[in-house]
């Protein structure tokens, strides 16, 4: 019979979950807690970063294979020897040479400055800089999703396209789910 290690211990004990799993952490020395309002709280935000961050999967994705300077990209991923399946299997995209293509494409999906600050997409304005506000973080590079070991959306990590663009490699801010260091 197929199972995990609590299921093996409800069935031969006859408990119910929450019973398995109390005899098991003790006898592994695991100590249970519950979970507080504050830890649920922070799951919650980082579980809308993650969102976003797959929608900008998406977003950069359809830049990549569906825009005229998408083709671009494509086109230099190709002759660098990464084919399609490769590109698709990565998710890579491309982010568009603008100022805020993904800032005002996430803001009409209902996501605030604050979010995609949070989630590394966008950049604050230097102070004393008479137009204030954010502006896309990436701009006409080549896009690489970056995962966690749980698959989960974390940042990015992308490449320019213009040799004379400056830095080479670009990647996510230190945010609450990129800590490139981890990774």
């Given at each position: 019979?197929?199972g995990d290690i609590f299921?093996?211990?409800?069935?031969?004990?006859?408990?119910?979950?929450?019973?398995?799993?109390?005899?098991?952490?003790?006898?592994?020395?695991?100590?249970?807690?519950?979970?507080?309002?504050?830890?649920?709280?922070?799951?919650?935000?980082?579980?809308?970063?993650?969102?976003?961050?797959?929608?900008?999967?998406?977003?950069?994705?359809?830049?990549?294979?569906?825009?005229?300077?998408?083709?671009?990209?494509?086109?230099?991923?190709?002759?660098?020897?990464?084919?399609?399946?490769?590109?698709?299997?990565?998710?890579?995209?491309?982010?568009?040479?603008?100022?805020?293509?993904?800032?005002?494409?996430?803001?009409?999906?209902?996501?605030?400055?604050?979010?995609?600050?949070?989630?590394?997409?966008?950049?604050?304005?230097?102070?004393?800089?008479?137009?204030?506000?954010?502006?896309?973080?990436?701009?006409?590079?080549?896009?690489?999703?970056?995962?966690?070991?749980?698959?989960?959306?974390?940042?990015?990590?992308?490449?320019?396209?213009?040799?004379?663009?400056?830095?080479?490699?670009?990647?996510?801010?230190?945010?609450?789910?990129?800590?490139?260091?981890?990774?």
């Amino acid at each position: 019979e197929g199972g995990d290690i609590f299921r093996f211990v409800m069935k031969k004990e006859g408990w119910d979950f929450p019973e398995a799993l109390r005899a098991l952490a003790e006898r592994a020395g695991v100590q249970l807690r519950p979970v507080t309002p504050q830890e649920v709280e922070k799951a919650e935000e980082y579980d809308r970063l993650r969102l976003l961050l797959e929608e900008a999967v998406l977003f950069y994705r359809h830049h990549l294979l569906h825009t005229p300077p998408g083709q671009q990209a494509r086109e230099y991923l190709l002759k660098r020897g990464i084919s399609d399946e490769t590109m698709e299997i990565f998710g890579l995209g491309y982010a568009p040479q603008a100022w805020d293509a993904a800032l005002n494409n996430f803001k009409e999906k209902g996501f605030s400055e604050r979010d995609l600050l949070d989630a590394g997409l966008v950049t604050e304005r230097e102070p004393g800089d008479i137009s204030r506000g954010v502006y896309d973080r990436f701009r006409h590079r080549i896009m690489f999703p970056i995962r966690d070991e749980r698959a989960r959306m974390c940042g990015f990590g992308a490449r320019i396209l213009n040799p004379d663009d400056l830095p080479k490699f670009l990647n996510s801010p230190q945010t609450p789910v990129f800590d490139k260091g981890h990774l």
